[in-house]
Nanobody, 120 residues
């Protein structure tokens, strides 16, 4: 199971930190990703971190502003979002995959999503 939290309303230029707790059949051996979906659009890749936490990949639209990290002891993965823009408004989903999927949406497990709204 994946449980995402931390979404909310923030002004442009502000920051939010999303967190995703994983449990059950999802162990620390899983690669963890964040995706987002704005109304009327497809679900897009945001960031991924490998199971060791030593390798990350970001969408070009968030690189330099967002940081993905994981805490193996707490079984959580976080997404620190800085310098937020109105175009970052979306439902953010965390996902887990036993095989590294990179930017693909073909992950094994998905959380329920948390809404991030950035006002201009």
């Amino acid at each position: 199971q994946l449980q995402a939290s931390g979404g909310g309303l923030v002004q442009a230029g502000g920051s939010l930190r999303l967190s995703c707790a994983f449990s059950g059949g999802i162990s620390s051996s899983y690669h963890m990703g964040w995706f987002r979906q704005a109304p009327g659009t497809e679900r897009d890749f945001v960031a991924v971190i490998n199971w060791r936490g030593g390798s990350t990949l970001y969408a070009s639209s968030v690189k330099g502003r967002f940081t993905i990290s994981r805490d193996a002891a707490k079984n959580t993965v976080s997404l620190q979002m800085n310098s937020l823009k109105p175009e970052d408004t979306a439902v953010y989903y965390c996902a887990a995959a036993l095989t590294f999927r990179g930017t693909s949406t073909n992950y094994d497990y998905w959380g329920q999503g948390t809404l991030v709204t950035v006002s201009s």
